[in-house]
C-alpha cells in the first residue's frame, strides 16, 4: 500500500522529544515500528522552520541544521518544507498586576506555516492520487478538516494518525482519522539513528 507520511516537525518535537534523549529520530524508522509490514513508504514530508538560538540554548540553530543533514541524509524519501518564524510586539495582560501596570508589551515569536503546509500538501497529494495511506504525524486538532475533507472526497483513501505520546488524543483527529496510535517513548527508543551516521561525518550532538 502506497502510504505517505506528513509529520509536523515542531509538535512532535514539542510533544515527545523536547526534554527527552530520542531527539536523534529517525521517522522512517518510527513509521516502520508502528505501521503494518503492508505500509510502503513511498514519500515522507516533514514540515518545520529555521529555529534560532536563545541564551539558554545558542547551539539549537547547528544542532537542527545536524538533524535535517541526517534525515536527509539517510532518507531518500524525504522532502523538507520550510515555514517561517515571526516576531512582533504585542500587547499582554499581566496575571498580577504591578501597581497601577495591568498590561504589558512583549516580543512574541511564533511558528507560522507548518499546520497550513502540511494541510495544503496532505490534500494535493490526495486529488493528484500520490498515496492510497496518509500518515499524519502531529497532535494538532487544527488539522482535522483537511483529513474530512480527504476522507469525504476520496473515501477510499486511509489516513491515520501517529500521536506525539505527551498529549492527551485529540478527540477531533480521533473522529476525523481511520485510525490513531500514540509515540510512546518504547517507539522512539526503537527508532533512533547511530550516533554517527553510516557513510557521513554527520553526529548526534553532544548534549542531545
Not at 529517525?26 to 541564551?55: E, M, R, W
Not at 500518515?135 to 469525504?152: H, M, T, W
Not at 505527551?166 to 496510535?181: H, N, P
Request: net charge positive.
Amino acid at each position: 500500500m502506497r502510504t505517505s507520511v506528513y509529520v509536523d516537525g515542531f509538535n512532535l518535537y514539542f510533544g515527545a522529544l523536547k526534554n527527552t534523549k530520542y531527539k536523534w529520530l529517525d521517522i522512517k524508522s518510527l513509521c516502520s515500528n508502528l505501521l503494518h509490514p503492508y505500509n510502503q513508504i513511498s514519500a515522507i514530508k516533514y514540515f518545520t522552520a529555521h529555529v534560532s538560538g536563545t541564551a539558554r540554548d545558542p547551539n539549537k540553530p547547528i544542532h537542527q541544521q545536524i538533524y535535517l543533514r541526517a534525515l536527509k541524509h539517510t532518507t531518500p524519501e524525504i522532502t523538507i518544507i520550510l515555514g517561517q518564524f515571526t516576531t512582533h510586539k504585542v500587547i499582554k495582560r499581566l496575571v498580577i498586576p504591578i501597581g497601577l501596570v495591568k498590561r504589558v508589551e512583549v516580543y512574541e515569536t511564533t511558528e507560522k506555516g507548518s499546520d497550513v503546509n502540511l494541510a495544503v500538501h496532505l490534500l494535493n497529494d490526495a486529488w493528484l492520487d500520490k498515496f492510497d495511506c496518509a500518515i499524519v504525524i502531529s497532535g494538532d486538532s487544527d488539522l482535522a478538516e483537511s483529513i474530512n475533507l480527504v476522507k469525504g472526497y476520496h473515501p477510499q483513501k486511509i489516513v491515520g494518525i501517529l500521536a506525539p505520546g505527551k498529549r492527551s488524543m485529540s478527540k477531533e483527529l480521533i473522529k476525523a482519522s481511520d485510525f490513531i496510535k500514540a509515540i510512546s517513548t518504547h517507539s522512539l527508543i526503537q527508532s533512533q539513528f547511530p550516533e554517527t551516521i553510516p557513510g557521513s561525518t554527520i553526529k548526534k550532538p553532544i548534549d542531545w
